[in-house]
Every structure is written in structure tokens, then in C-alpha cells.
């Protein structure tokens, strides 16, 4: 049980908490009334005339130290685990989570003994650890949108220097790029200009000399010697945390891989789902399987052999898996 507003919100009814009423109880934190806070100025009484008593929130082991996870409703006159409703594990006592605990007589023996219990003991180090981590949530969410917003303005200028020497024909690249030298190339030349007059392109740009050195992009050449590439952006969307990829430009002119039925298959294999991207994309099998191939039945094709290479393989395996 755990108070909102003053009416409390009974757990016999919700079987798990999710994170986020998790998060909303962590922050409302729990209830610990005291005499003046009630309607009568007392707790309410029992048959026997026994109540729940204010000084049970404190306890006595030479110095008095408040107990941060009793919790009393006024409305149901009982007392809940605040720790335990909230980081709970199965085998955690329904008295002091779902239904509540209400036995004033040996009140002061009970609250003892739960607070001394494998399963309190467990909520409580959870507790713990989520009240360190939690000022720690804010910042870092003020982070991440700072960091959206700056990397927004960063590609927003890169967008901007590729349109411009896309309509001039310009290329980007020069023959030495590297940040000593006196020409990069156009592309890298302008960056390095409007880093002079953008901030946070220029703290971009730092921390990439400081932790890059060198930007290798893998290429290869067609028949006609001209440069193949393709380009894709891949991003995850923060609100389903789902990973994307999408193709920006593509210069596929060929496949090759093995020949197993989920590859090169013409009607469902990895073949055809490339050819309904790109109908130019020739399948070839791979030159360095079927010479593997080959030579799998090459050495199997007597008995001498077999016996060879058979004998070959025992002897690697058991040098390889000696201790020695």
C-alpha cells in the first residue's frame, strides 16, 4: 500500500509494478503520519484498544536511527513495507506489501523481525542503489537532449557544405587529408572555415582530432575502374529503441557468397532479396568456397587420403587442446 494525495492506493488488485508507477511511488516516497496529522489526534485503536504507535518509526540500538521504510495509512489503519512494495521479490511477506500489517500487540517483535529478514534486507540494498542513481536520472535526460540538440546543429552545417559543393561540382576529397596539412581537400577546408564561426562545430571537430586519427572508408573498383560504394545511416528510434538502416546510395554491381540454399536461392534466398533492391546485382559463387570444395573431395577421393589428412587433423586437435 502507498498513499497518493491522502487516499491510499491498495496492491491487492495489481499483481506487478510497472517502472514507471515504480519511478512515480519512489518520488512521492512514503507515508509517516504523526498524531497531530490525524483527524481524532490518535491512531485509530483495535478491539483490544491497541494501536499503531509513532515511536515504532524510530528505533533504539545505543543511538536512534528512523526507521525510512515503515509506512502507515491513515484511512486503513496499516502499516506497509515501503521498500519491499516497491522492490518486492516473490517470496516477499504479504502483510507488510499487499495486504498490510495491522497486529499492534506485537507490533514492536514484528517490525523487528521483518526488518531483519533476507527478503527487507534484499529491498532495502535496491532501495539504496535506485536513491544513489536517482539524482543521477535528471542529468542525465538534460544530456541527452543537449547532445540531440548540438548534433542536429552539426549535421545541419555538414548538410549544408555537401549541397554547396554538390550544385559547383566541386569534389570533396583531396589527395592528403590529414589535420597538418595545409590542404585537405574542399570538403575538409570549408569544415576547418566554418569552425571559426560556429562553436559547436569547432568542439566537434576537437574532440575528433583528439579521438580519431584516421577515417578509412573501404571502396572497390568496377571494370571501368570506377569507385564503388555504398552509403547507409544506420540510427535507433528512441521511442521504440528499434535499430534502422537505410540505404542512402548504392553502386552494388555483383553478390557472391556460398552456395547454401538461404544465399544464393533464387526465389527466397539472400540472392533475391538483394536483386529486388537492385536488379543489376549479378549473383557469382565465391571463388574461395568452391576451391575449399574442391579440395574437401580432392582429399577424399582415396583411402590413402583420408587416412592423410584424417590422421593430420587428430594430431592438430590434440596438440592444440594440450595444456602444455
Known amino acids: 500500500m502507498l498513499e497518493v494525495d491522502g487516499d491510499p492506493v491498495v496492491f491487492t488488485k495489481i499483481e506487478k509494478l510497472t517502472s514507471d508507477l515504480v519511478e512515480f511511488f519512489f518520488k512521492k516516497g512514503l507515508s509517516q503520519p504523526m498524531p497531530n496529522d490525524l483527524p481524532d489526534k490518535h491512531f485509530s485503536k483495535d478491539k483490544i ?5 509513532e515511536s515504532w518509526y524510530w528505533k533504539g540500538d545505543g543511538s536512534v536511527t528512523k526507521r525510512k521504510w515503515l509506512s502507515y495509512s491513515i484511512k486503513i489503519d496499516k502499516a506497509f513495507c ?3 512494495v516497491l522492490f518486492k521479490t516473490k517470496q516477499s511477506n504479504c502483510h507488510w506489501t499487499k495486504h498490510g500489517f495491522n497486529l499492534w500487540k506485537n507490533g514492536p517483535a514484528k517490525i523487528i523481525m521483518h526488518e531483519t529478514s533476507e527478503d ?4 532495502s540494498i535496491k532501495h539504496s542503489y535506485k536513491e544513489a542513481s536517482f539524482p543521477l536520472i535528471p542529468s542525465i535526460t538534460e544530456k541527452l537532449n543537449a547532445d540531440i540538440c548540438l548534433n ?11 549541397l554547396f559543393l554538390g550544385r559547383h561540382c566541386l569534389s570533396f576529397r583531396g589527395h592528403r587529408e590529414g589535420w597538418n596539412e595545409d590542404i585537405r581537400g574542399n570538403f575538409k577546408d570549408l569544415v576547418v572555415l566554418l569552425v571559426k564561426y560556429s562553436p559547436v562545430l569547432a568542439s566537434h571537430i576537437t574532440e575528433i582530432q583528439i579521438k580519431v586519427e584516421n577515417i578509412s572508408l573501404d571502396t572497390t573498383f568496377d571494370v571501368s575502374r570506377k569507385e564503388q560504394v555504398s552509403l547507409i545511416f544506420r540510427y535507433v528510434n528512441k521511442n521504440t529503441c528499434i535499430v534502422y538502416e537505410r540505404l542512402v546510395a548504392e553502386f552494388l554491381i555483383g553478390q557472391s557468397f556460398d552456395g547454401a540454399a538461404s544465399m544464393r536461392g533464387k526465389y527466397k534466398g539472400l540472392q533475391s532479396c538483394i536483386k529486388e533492391q537492385n536488379p543489376y546485382a549479378t549473383y557469382i559463387w565465391c571463388c ?5 570444395l574442391v579440395i574437401v573431395d580432392a582429399v577424399s577421393s582415396c583411402t590413402e587420403a583420408r587416412d592423410l589428412f584424417g590422421n593430420m587433423e587428430i594430431l592438430y586437435e590434440f596438440i592444440s587442446c594440450s595444456k602444455k
Open 82 to 84: 515501503h521498500y519491499c
Open 49 to 53: 484498544s491497541r494501536s499503531f504507535h
Open 288 to 292: 574461395a568456397h568452391r576451391f575449399s
Open 152 to 162: 542536429k546543429e552539426i549535421i545541419s552545417h555538414l548538410i549544408d557544405l555537401t
Open 120 to 123: 527487507h534486507i534484499m529491498s
